[in-house]
């Protein structure tokens, strides 16, 4: 009888430690800081679902397949070229490799969607920011809020700026185990954004309104300030646009992965480097790189014209930088420390 009571204890303890009671969300423990930097993955959606909801969940994403890899800083508003166009931003995220920067707004209550700037044709702005989380948040907590604002996008090689407005309920459906490629996340919890859009505009004298539902879900742990992963589906109501976006976070910067398609066929050398880098390919399937700094400053950028390319960095002052190489079918991002 002794084993037993021992045996039920043992049980009993193994599942309070795999998965004990839901973390909670704070804006100590999640609002981002300047000077931060993510890597973020860019995945293959085929058959990818969001799982279940409920309490002591195990996510599975273990086959995640990446197709492309963006960064993001974090860095002051006012050190972006476009922070007027979004009054009242605390932090602004800059990914130089999409060319575009998302604007948010935090304090102790909550954070919120402020709005991106791509380039003039490719914008949101937001005259009612959209709450992202609010604070302290955990399982089975929700809200409801409303956003409005303004996006300019260009169809049809026109470009267009439409009024946009719509409502969001956002809950906590589940908490437990997150598995990603290569990393388990034991404390999670998963936030479920169901979002209604109502674009408006007149275009060629005609009054134009749809209508778009979108629901995220997104996982966060305490002390990691952004998702770690977010599946994402869209489609427009009455019609027939949808997408599907899924994306997860690396855990660590200096963690730079090879993307699919890629097949390591970039050589970068000397790492460190003093004057000059070298790059060898082992195929041309690259025709353009460009270089950022460690806060996603864009330094420079260059074409390749060869397999073989000599890169002059006697300029840049001492630090880490990120050199992405494009090319029409393949992308890849390094990391190398200019001495």
Known sequence: MQKLYLSTFIVLLTVNFCFGQAVTITAANFNPQYGEAFITHNCDTTGILQGN?????????????????????????????????????????????????????????????????????????????????????????????????????????????AQQHGTEKVICD??????????????????????????????????VIDSFQFDSYAWYEPNFHTALLTVSFAHQIGG?????????????????????????????????????????????????YSITNSLGVFVTSNEITSIQTDININMLPSGFYFITFKGKDAIQTMKFFKN
């Not at 969607?113 to 709450?131: C, I, K, L, R, V």
């Not at 090879?258 to 025709?287: F, G, K, R």
Request: glycine share 6%; net charge negative; hydrophobic share 35%.
């Open 240 to 288: 027939t646009i949808s997408s599907k976006v899924v994306t997860y976070v690396a855990k660590s910067i200096l963690s730079v992965p090879t993307i699919s398609n890629t097949n390591n066929t970039i050589d970068l050398y000397p790492n460190p480097a003093t004057n000059q880098l070298y790059v060898t390919m082992q195929q041309n399937e690259y025709n353009s």
């Open 53 to 161: 909801l409920g309490a002591n969940q195990i996510w599975d994403f273990t086959s995640l397949i990446t197709t492309s890899i963006d960064t993001g800083v974090g860095v002051p508003c006012i050190g972006t070229p476009n922070c007027a166009m979004f009054p009242g931003s605390t932090i602004a995220i800059v990914n130089p490799t999409a060319t575009m920067t998302t604007y948010l707004i935090y304090d102790a209550t909550k954070i919120s969607q402020n709005g991106y700037y791509a380039s003039a044709t490719q914008n949101a702005t937001f005259t009612n920011p959209m709450d992202e989380l609010h604070y302290p948040f955990t399982y089975l907590d929700s809200f409801t809020d409303a956003f409005a604002g303004t996006l300019t996008y260009t169809s049809s090689s026109v470009t267009i700026s």
């Open 174 to 207: 589940g908490y437990g185990v997150l598995k990603l490629p290569g990393r388990i996340d034991s404390n999670v919890i998963r936030v479920h954004a169901s979002q209604i859009y109502i674009d408006s505009t007149n275009l060629f004298s005609t009054s």
